[in-house]
C-alpha cells in the first residue's frame, strides 16, 4: 500500500521540492530532478516484485472518501495491466530528464518542476479507482504538456501545444460529462445512495451492464471519444504529428512513451470494463478505424521529409495495433495490446531519442540533410538500427510479440468475426518496413558528403546511459515476454471472462483460484 | 544425445554477441575469423554426431527438444523448442559445413576491410537465424528465423554501406538490401496469414500436431478451401525468401553484398529457406493439388525466366544470381510434382556447385580488384589455376554433364517433371529450354571469364590466385560438387539395384506422410527415363561445344551477330524483363504519389485540419465576442469547456 502511495507522491513531492530551489543553480536542479525520477524507479520496483500476478483483481489498494457529497474519493490501486504501465511510467521518466541535459537550454527550474508534475499525474491516471480522481489526474496533463511544447518547443511550438490542449479538452470535455451522468445514473437509479451520487470505479464497474443499452450507448462514446483522440484514431490524429514533432525530445519521448497509452488504457479500464455491451456493438466500427489508422499512418510516414514527423506518424500506425487487439476482446489481442503499449513506449520513446541525439548535432530534422552518418557515428548506428528494427517488428525483439499477439486475437476474435481485420492490418507490418528502413538507408547509409557531417561525435556517456536500458528491455521482451505477460495475463482473462459471459453465457479462460463474482451470480 | 541440438544455435549466438561487442578492441584479423569459424564448425561437428545418432536409432518420429517458453498467453503456448529429425539435421549439416567453408573463405576475401569484424559478426548472426529456421519445431520459431535471416541478409547486402551500385532506383548498396528486406516482408506478410490461419484451424502453430492432425483427417482436408489458402500463403513466403516469381526481383540486386555472402546467404542456404518450408510442411501442401500445381508452375517458369535473362549478362555474379533463381525454380518443381526428397536432393547439390561457382568468382574478383565484367576479363586460367579447375567443375556439375553432382538431381527433376501423376510433358519442356539454357550461360561465362584473350587493363591489373584460406574452401566444394550426387543414385543408372537411393531412404520418414496422401506411386525403371536422359545430356553437351565454339573465337562473331539480329529480344532480356520498372510504374509510384498528395497533403492538411482550425477560429471569435478582456488563447477554451460542461449537465439533469 504505502510502495504504491509513495511512487505517485515522490513526484509530486520532489516537484515541489524544486520549487525552493534558486534559479540558477542548474546543476543542482537537474540531478536533483533525475535523483528524483531514479528513487521513484526504484520504488516502482518494489512494488513490481510484490505484486501478485496470480491474483487478477485490485492490489494495494487504497480508499479515502474526499468529498462525501459525491461520494468521490482518493482510491487507488494497480491490478496486473496497470502494473505494467506505471512501471512503464517509473522507466521512461528517468530516461526523459536524462535527455533533456542535453535538450533543454533555458528556464531548467521550470522545466524540471514540471516534468516531475507530469510524471505524477501519468503515474496518478495508471492508478486512479475513482472516476472524478482520473479525471483530475487526466487534466492536469494538460497543464505541465502544454507548457513543455509550448515553452521548450520547436519552431511552430505555440501551434502545436495549442492543438494539442484543443484536441484534449474537446475530449475531456465529452468524458466530463459522461463521468458526472455515470455517477448520478449509478448513485440514485441503481444503487439509491444517500448521496445520489458516486464515482466509485470500484462499485461502477461491475454495474454497467445494470444500465439501460440507450444510456450506455451513450456513455460509451463519452468516454471513448475522449480516449481515442488521445490515442490517437484516425481521423482525429492531426493533433499528434505536430505535438509530437515540435515538442522538445523528453516531451516527444514522454508523449509517446506514456501520454498516448493513458488513451489505449481508458478504453480497456473504463470502455471495455464498464460498458462491455456497447463495446461489443462498437468494436467493428473502432476496428475499422483502427485498421485505417495502421495503414494511413504508415503511408503518411513514408512521405514524411522530416524524420521526427515520420516517426510520429507511425504512432499512428503503431497504436492501431493496440486499438484492434483491445477491441477484438480475446485474451491474446488485449494482452498484446498491453505489451504493444509497453513496446511503443521503448521503442517508439528511443527512436524520439535517437533523432533528438541527432538534432542536437545538427539542429535540424530534414532527413535530406544526412546521409552516411553510419560513418562517423558507428556506435549511434547501432542503437538506431536496433530501435529502428524493434519498430519494424523484427521477431526476437519487443515490437513483435505485440504487433502479432493483437494480430491475432483479431484474426481469432468471435466479436469481430471476421479475418479482414487482421488480413488488412498485417499489409501494416510491410509498409512498417519501407518507411523506417528508407528513412534509415537516407539518414544513415550511403556517403558522408555534407560538410557539417564530418565531424559529428559519437554517442557520449549520457548518451549511453539513456540507450542502454531501453535496449536491455527491448531485447527482453522481445525473447522472454513471459515476464511481462504473466503479470496481466490474470487481469486480463478476468475481463474477457466478463464480456465472454455477457455474450455467450459461458467463458472459455480459467482463472486458476479465483472465483468469478459475475460467474457466482449465474449460478446462484 | 538429442539434447545436443539445443547447443547448435547457441554458439553462433556467442559468437555473434562476443564478436559484435569486443571486435572492435580486437585488431587480430586471424583471432576474429578464427573464433568465428569456430563457432559455426562446432555446430557442424554436433550436427555430424546427431546425424549417427539419427542413423543408429533409425528413429520414425521426430524428437522435440524444449528450451523455455516464449509466448504464452490465453490459448496460445509457443516455445523455443527444437525439432531433431532426418530433414532438419540435412539442413544443419549443409547449413553448418558450408557456412563454415566460407567463415575460413571469407577470412581470406574480407582481409583488411575496415570493418572486419562487423563481417565476422554478422556471417555467425546468419548461421544463428539460419539454424532457428530449419532447426525449429513450430511455425513461429522458424518464422524468428525467417526475419532473422533476412536481418543478417539486409545487413549484409548493405555491408558496404558507403559504395554505389547499379540497378533499377537502387544508387547505394544499402538500396539493395532494403529492397531485399521490403521484398521479403511481403513474403513474410503471407507467412503471417498463413499462420493465423494454421492456429485458428488446427489450433496449433506445432509442426508436428499440425501435420498429424492433417494427415489423420486426410479425406476431410483433401482439396479443402482452407489448406489450399494455407499453402498458398506459405507459398508466397517461399516466393519471397527463395526469389521466385512475382517477388524474385530482389535477388540478383542482393550481388551487392561481399561475395562470400552471395555464395552463402544467396546462393546455398538462406534461398533455399522456401524449399525447407515447403519440405516441413510436405503434408498440408500434398493435401492441395491446386496449390501444388501452383508450386511447380511457378518453379518452372522462374527457372525458365531467369536462365533467359542469364543468357546475355555481363556481370559474372549477376550471371550467377539469375542462375541461382532458375535453379531455385528447378527445386520448386520437384516440390510440386511430389518429388519432395528430390527438391532437397537438389538443394544440396545446389549448395555444393552454387556456393562452389560463387566462391570462384569471388577469388576472381578478389584477384582482379573488384572487377566484375566478365567482357574485361579473359584468359585467367594462367594467373589462377586452382580457381579456373574448381570453376570449371562447377560448371560441369550445374550444367548436368554425367556424372557430376548437378546431373543427378537435375536429370530426378527432369524426369519427375514428366512422369508424375501431377505433372506432365509441358513441365518438362520448360525445364528442359531452361536447362539448355543453363548450360549455355555457365559454359558462356567460363570461356568467356578463364580463356580467350586477356581483355583486362594489364597497367592496372595484375591478376593472381587467391590464398590458401581461399582456395581450401573451393577445392573442398569442387570434391563434393564432382561426387555429392552419389548420395542419391538414380535409380535408371543403378537398375540392378532395388535398394532405395540413399537420400530418399534417409528422408523417408519425413515424407512417408505426404506420400501416403499423394497415393504411393511405385515407379519401376522405364525405358522412357533413358531417352529423357540423353536427351538432357547431349543438351548439356551440345551447349557446351556451341559456347566453347563460339567464344573460342576471339570476335564473339556468332554470338554477336545473333544477338544483332533479334535485338529486340537481346534487350529485353538484357533489361530483365522490365520487372522492376513495371513494379514501380503500377505499385510503388501510385502508393507514394497517393500518400503524398491526397492522404497527406489533401486529407491530412486540408479536410482534417482545415475543418478542425477552422471551427476553432469559429470559436476563437466567438469567444472574444462574450469575453471582451481576454489575453490567452488557452483560458478562453477553459472557460468555454466549463459554460459546456455547465450546461450539458444541467439539460441532462433537468431534461
Known sequence: MATLLLTLFIPLAGSLLLLFFKKDNIQAIKYTALGISLFTFLISLFLFFSFDSANPGFQFVVEMVWIQAFDAGFRVGVDGMSMLLVMLTTFITPIAILSSFGSIEKRHKEYYVMILLLQFAMTGVFVALDLFLFYIFWEIILIPMYFIIGIWGGKDKLYAAIKFFLFTVVGSLFMLVAVVYLGYYVGSEI???????????????????????????????????????????????????????????????????????????????????????????????????????IIYGALVAMVQTDVKRLVAYSSVSHLGFVVLGIFSMTVEGIQGAVIQMVNHGLSTGMLFLCVGVLYERRHTREISEYGGIAR??????????????????????????????????????????????????????????????????????????????????????????????????IVWIGVYPSTFLKISENSTRLLVNKIELLKFGKSTYELPGYENPAEKQETE | ??????????????????????????????????????????????????????????????????????????????????????????????????????????????????????????????????????????????????????????????????????????????????????????????????????????????????????????????????????????????????????????????????????????????????????????VLFSLSESTMMVVAVVGAITALTAASIGLVQNDIKKVLAYSTVSQLGFMFVALGVGAFYIGIFHVMTHAFFKGLLFLAAGSVIHGMHHEQNIKVMGGLKKYMPITSKTFFIGTLAIAGIPFFSGFMSKDEILWYAWSSHLGGWGLWVVLAIAALFTAFY????????????????????????????????????????????????????????????????????????????????????????????????????????????????????????????????????????????????????????MSKSFLWRFTDIKIIDGLINGSAKFVEQFGERIRLVQSGIAQNYAILMMVGIISIISWLMFN
Not at chain 2, 577470412?107 to 559478426?121: E, N, P, T
Not at chain 2, 564473339?556 to 537481346?570: C, D, F, Q, V
Open chain 2, 1 to 282: 544425445m538429442q539434447e545436443l541440438i539445443k547447443f547448435l544455435p547457441l554458439f553462433p549466438l556467442i559468437g555473434f554477441v562476443l564478436i559484435g561487442i569486443f571486435g572492435k578492441k580486437i585488431k587480430n584479423e586471424k583471432l576474429i575469423g578464427g573464433f568465428a569459424s569456430l563457432m559455426v564448425g562446432i555446430p557442424f561437428i554436433l550436427s555430424i554426431m546427431l546425424f549417427y545418432h539419427l542413423l543408429s536409432t533409425g528413429s520414425q518420429t521426430p524428437e522435440i527438444v524444449h528450451v523455455f517458453t516464449w509466448i504464452a498467453t490465453g490459448s496460445l503456448d509457443i516455445s523455443v523448442s527444437y525439432q531433431l529429425d532426418q530433414l532438419s539435421v540435412t539442413f544443419a549439416l549443409i547449413i553448418t559445413g558450408i557456412g563454415f567453408l566460407i567463415h575460413i573463405y571469407s577470412i581470406g576475401y574480407m582481409h583488411g576491410d575496415r570493418s572486419f569484424y562487423r563481417f565476422f559478426s554478422y556471417l555467425n548472426l546468419f548461421i544463428f537465424m539460419m539454424l532457428n529456421l530449419v532447426l525449429a519445431s513450430n511455425y513461429l520459431l522458424t518464422f524468428l528465423g525467417w526475419e532473422g535471416v533476412g536481418l543478417a541478409s539486409y545487413l549484409l547486402i548493405g555491408f558496404w554501406y558507403d559504395k554505389k551500385f547499379e540497378g533499377v532506383r537502387i544508387t547505394w548498396n544499402g538500396d539493395a538490401g532494403m529492397k531485399a528486406f521490403v521484398v521479403n516482408r511481403i513474403g513474410d506478410f503471407g507467412f503471417l496469414i498463413a499462420m493465423f490461419l494454421i492456429f485458428v484451424t488446427f489450433n496449433s502453430l506445432d509442426y508436428v500436431s499440425v501435420s498429424e492432425t492433417a494427415a489423420a483427417n486426410y479425406d476431410f482436408y483433401m482439396n479443402s478451401a482452407i489448406v489450399t489458402i494455407i499453402t498458398l500463403m506459405l507459398f508466397l513466403g517461399c516466393t519471397g525468401k527463395s526469389a521466385q516469381l512475382p517477388l524474385s526481383v530482389w535477388l540478383p540486386d542482393a550481388m551487392a553484398g561481399p561475395t562470400p555472402v552471395s555464395a552463402l546467404i544467396h546462393a546455398a542456404t538462406m534461398v533455399t529457406a522456401g524449399i525447407f518450408l515447403v519440405a516441413r510442411n510436405s
Open chain 1, 376 to 473: 562517423v557515428m558507428p556506435n549511434f548506428t547501432v542503437f538506431f538500427a536496433i530501435a529502428m528494427l524493434a519498430s519494424v517488428g523484427l521477431p526476437g525483439l519487443n515490437g513483435f510479440v505485440g504487433e502479432y499477439l493483437t494480430l491475432i486475437g483479431a484474426f481469432k476474435s468471435p466479436i469481430l468475426n471476421s479475418y479482414w481485420y487482421t488480413i488488412i492490418g498485417t499489409t501494416g507490418v510491410i509498409f512498417a518496413a519501407v518507411y523506417l528502413l528508407w528513412m534509415f538507408q537516407r539518414v544513415m547509409f550511403g556517403t558522408n558528403d555534407n560538410p557539417k557531417n564530418y565531424n559529428l561525435k559519437d554517442m557520449n556517456k549520457r548518451e549511453w546511459a539513456m540507450m542502454v536500458p531501453i535496449v536491455i528491455f
Open chain 1, 191 to 293: 444503487l439509491q445512495m444517500q448521496s445520489g451520487f458516486t464515482s466509485n470505479f470500484l462499485i461502477i464497474k461491475d454495474l454497467g451492464s445494470a444500465i439501460p443499452y440507450d444510456v450506455q450507448k451513450w456513455l460509451f462514446w463519452g468516454f471513448a471519444l475522449s480516449f481515442l483522440i488521445k490515442v490517437p484514431i484516425f481521423p482525429l490524429h492531426t493533433w499528434l504529428p505536430d505535438a509530437h514533432t515540435e515538442a522538445p525530445t523528453p516531451g516527444s519521448v514522454i508523449l509517446a512513451g506514456v501520454l498516448l497509452k493513458m488513451g489505449t488504457y481508458g478504453l480497456i479500464r473504463f470502455n471495455l470494463e464498464m460498458f462491455p455491451q456497447a463495446a461489443m456493438n462498437y468494436a467493428s466500427v473502432i476496428s475499422v478505424l483502427a485498421v485505417i489508422g
Open chain 2, 442 to 593: 555457365m559454359f558462356r561465362l567460363y570461356y568467356l571469364t578463364f580463356t580467350g584473350n586477356e581483355r583486362f587493363d594489364h597497367k592496372h591489373v595484375h591478376p593472381h590466385e587467391s590464398p590458401k584460406t581461399m582456395t581450401f574452401a573451393l577445392i573442398v566444394l569442387a570434391i563434393l560438387s564432382a561426387f555429392g550426387g552419389f548420395l542419391n543414385l538414380p535409380p535408371a543408372l543403378v537398375p540392378w539395384s532395388h535398394a532405395d537411393p540413399l537420400l530418399k531412404s534417409w528422408l523417408k520418414p519425413i515424407f512417408a506422410d505426404a506420400n501416403m496422401i499423394m497415393g504411393h506411386q511405385a515407379h519401376g525403371i522405364e525405358p522412357m527415363m533413358y531417352v529423357l536422359m540423353v536427351i538432357a545430356t547431349s543438351i548439356g553437351l551440345f551447349m557446351w561445344y556451341v559456347a566453347r565454339k563460339w567464344y573460342s573465337d576471339p570476335q564473339w562473331s556468332a554470338p554477336r551477330s545473333i544477338a544483332a539480329s533479334m535485338k529486340g529480344l537481346h534487350k529485353v532480356l538484357f533489361d530483365k524483363y522490365k520487372l522492376d520498372e513495371f513494379y514501380y510504374a503500377t505499385i510503388i509510384d501510385p502508393i507514394y504519389s
